[in-house]
């Protein structure tokens, strides 16, 4: 599996991003989808994820501004995120999970900052 996460950049406080990540490869196993933030010297902290069934979480930060979805036929997930703060700048990393490992794609940064 090979994933492809696009969408960062720079936005003002209240401004909107959407995030993409597009799954390639064996993508068919993929039960799970995510994404991740990490910021300079922190942890990587999951943000949103999606199971294939619909089912989504969030964390409690990005409640009610963010929202997850894919795209089954496109195996695409999308993060929207709307409302941001200057805390959510960060650098965001898709995730898929198989049974059998977790893979990542390639960061993509989002600043939020006037």
């Known amino acids: 599996v090979q994933l492809q996460a696009s969408g960062g950049g720079l936005v003002q406080p209240g401004g909107s991003l959407r995030l993409s990540c597009l799954a390639s490869g064996s993508s068919g196993s993929i039960n799970y989808m995510g994404w991740y933030h990490q910021a300079p010297g922190n942890q990587r902290e999951l943000v949103a994820s999606?199971?294939?069934?619909?089912?989504?979480s969030y964390s409690d930060s990005v409640k009610g501004r963010f929202t997850i979805s894919r795209d089954n036929r496109k195996h695409t997930v999308y993060l929207q995120m709307n409302s941001l703060k200057p805390e959510d700048t960060s650098v965001y990393y898709c995730?898929?999970?198989?049974?059998?490992?977790?893979?990542w794609g390639q960061g993509t940064q989002v600043t939020v900052s006037s």
């Open positions: 995730i898929a999970r198989t049974p059998y490992r977790d893979y």
């Open positions: 999606i199971l294939k069934n619909g089912i989504t």
